[in-house]
T-cell receptor, first 113, second 108 residues
């Protein structure tokens, strides 16, 4: 079974803190993704990576950065957390090619106070 | 501009009913299409892929109309356990584009 794990299920941080969200997948997938999900707005892509050290901006990259130093790990960084970054963050991975499923992690519910 | 549009619902139906969800997409270069299911406070999971010829998986039938850029999902004989949000998903390239989802509540 494919497994995508995220470092925390719930996280509470203060405004201005630097926040790291970690994602690990165990299926040797090339593509990894970070989304945030908010009521009424659906899933929005923040960043994705199609290979080690490669990254591409998604639809809402502002206020975020990412790191992919190893194939299995994709980190999302909030350089200076703000209250409008309170959200559910979902990581996902998928093989490079084909009509294939994208697997999601369980999500991290981040609250910034 | 929203690339994948869905009726948000909610759709409230009795057990045993047939319900249909529709979805339109704007990128004509999209190559693959999916329906995902998301239960409350859970991550999205693949329900089924959608093929040009249409495909069926038990009580679920998915259809694709490339000319109209339209995707549908039909659920027959609804069960209480079908209550969830159904996400229409389109793949124009590396990253999947998700609709906002259609909420379904099946009642006894």
């Amino acid at each position: 079974d494919v497994k995508v794990t995220q470092s925390s299920r719930y996280l509470v941080k203060r405004t201005g803190e630097k926040v790291f969200l970690e994602c690990v997948q165990d299926m040797d997938h090339e593509n990894m993704f970070w989304y945030r999900q908010d009521p009424g707005l659906g899933l929005r892509l923040i960043y994705f990576s199609y290979d080690v050290k490669m990254k591409e901006k998604g639809d809402i990259p502002e206020g975020y950065s990412v790191s992919r130093e190893k194939k299995e790990r994709f980190s999302l960084i909030l350089e200076s957390a703000s209250t409008n970054q309170t959200s559910m963050y979902l990581c996902a991975s998928r093989p490079r090619q084909g009509l294939v499923e994208q697997y999601f992690g369980p999500g991290t519910r981040l609250t910034v106070t | 501009r929203k690339e994948v549009e869905q009726d948000p619902g909610p759709f409230n139906v009795p057990e045993g009913a047939t319900v249909a969800f529709n979805c339109t997409y704007s990128n004509s270069a999209s190559q693959s299409f999916f329906w995902y299911r998301q239960d409350c406070r859970k991550e999205p999971k693949l329900l089924m892929s959608v093929y040009s010829s249409g495909n069926e998986d038990g009580r679920f039938t998915a259809q694709l109309n490339r000319a109209s850029q339209y995707i549908s999902l039909l659920i027959r004989d609804s069960k209480l356990s079908d209550s969830a949000t159904y996400l229409c998903v389109v793949n124009p390239g590396y990253a999947l584009n998700f609709g906002k989802g259609t909420s379904l509540l099946v009642t006894p």
